[in-house]
């Protein structure tokens, strides 16, 4: 079951929602001109000049690999262009880069992830779709054979993996004088995944931590735990659920201010901010649109960080059909995002 407290403090969460700056024209003008203004105001009500900074989450891109590459393409080229108008830090693929795991498909997502090289830096998830058998087993050859280790150790922001893979990884970042880390586990990770990504949080703990696995929230604003469908713990090839990586990790480590997962079906969308043991928020997001038409119509997070102001801006928006989803679920701000001196490190 579900604690009382934590499903409270979803249906909290949903009513403080507020609508945000609705642009008035679609593509790379307006949606550069928005974001600039709104990053205007916001460094008025900072002491430090840590400047906001944008970083695309890619949910689940497994039908784009498998029928619909040239959506996946449009994704990654939109990315390419905005780049410096958005001054987009970095992409988080969030799992399910395929489908069915089939060479065609890997070939597929490699073509349009290669449109990234050399322009921004892009962290990848697996999901259960990255497997044999949609997550029978724990098994990714063929994410090896596409995205080895290799293609990475040698980058400025490559931090380790947890064996040879990347599914595993941390990556380290630098922007302001403010260090950041963004860690990546695989589907359902395993315990001794999770020792080892608790050995590296604590070796930096003056990091500001964003934290990214496939699997992690719930579309009723809770974390996925016992009962819930999809749970990790169904699959013979994964382990631990939302609500465990919780307790046996992000709770644990004050420098966690964002969690970023997809997988889940219903709507696609929740959203919940927890207290660490700490005393400081953490942001835990989920986003997933496969189920739409096209397998998710193009759509991708825009997610702006702004310490000064000290707030979390997402907005949703298809580079494939050129307009925003505007509605509650796809655009909000989180107010009070940070403890006072979180980024003073």
């Not at 999770?194 to 590296?200: F, G, L, P, T, V």
């Not at 382990?239 to 420098?255: A, F």
Request: with cysteine; aromatic share 12%; charged share 25%.
């Amino acid at each position: 079951m579900k604690h009382d407290d934590q499903k409270n403090a979803g249906i909290a969460s949903r009513m403080q929602r507020r609508d945000f700056i609705k642009f008035a024209g679609l593509g790379t003008v307006a949606l550069s001109a928005g974001l600039q203004g709104c990053a205007s105001l916001a460094r008025l009500g900072g002491s430090r000049d840590v400047r906001p900074f944008t970083i695309i989450a890619l949910p689940d891109t497994q039908y784009y690999s498998k029928a619909f590459p040239h959506i996946f393409t449009a994704q990654t080229e939109w990315i390419r262009d905005n780049k410096e108008a958005l001054d987009i830090f970095l992409v988080i693929h969030e799992g399910d880069i395929t489908d069915n795991n089939a060479e065609e498909e890997w070939k597929n997502a490699r073509k349009s992830l290669d449109v990234l090289d050399g322009v921004v830096p892009v962290c990848l998830n697996t999901g259960n779709h990255d497997q044999p058998g949609w997550g029978a087993e724990r098994q990714l050859t063929h994410f090896y054979d596409f995205f080895p280790r290799s293609r990475y150790e040698n980058l400025p922001w490559f931090g380790g993996t947890w064996q040879d893979g990347i599914e595993n990884a941390y990556w380290k970042f630098e922007r302001d004088g403010v260090p950041y880390l963004v860690l990546c586990l695989e589907f359902g990770p395993r315990d001794e995944v999770i020792d080892w990504a608790n050995r590296i949080l604590d070796a930096h703990p003056k990091h500001r931590v964003i934290f990214s696995t496939h699997c992690y929230m719930y579309s009723d604003d809770t974390r996925v735990g016992e009962g819930d469908k999809w749970n990790p713990r169904t699959y013979a090839g994964a382990d631990n659920d939302g609500e465990e990586l919780w307790e046996k990790m992000v709770r644990r480590h004050e420098n966690i201010f964002l969690v970023l997962s997809g997988h889940i079906l219903n709507d696609g969308k929740g959203r919940l901010t927890s207290t660490n043991e700490h005393g400081s928020p953490v942001h835990q997001v989920l986003a997933n649109y496969q189920m739409l038409p096209d397998g998710g119509e193009g759509w991708l997070r825009i997610i702006t960080i702004d310490p000064a102001a000290n707030q979390i801006t997402m907005k949703t928006y298809s580079p494939w059909l050129d307009r925003f989803a505007t509605d509650e679920e796809n655009e909000f701000v989180i107010e009070n995002a940070f403890r006072p001196g979180f980024f003073n490190v």
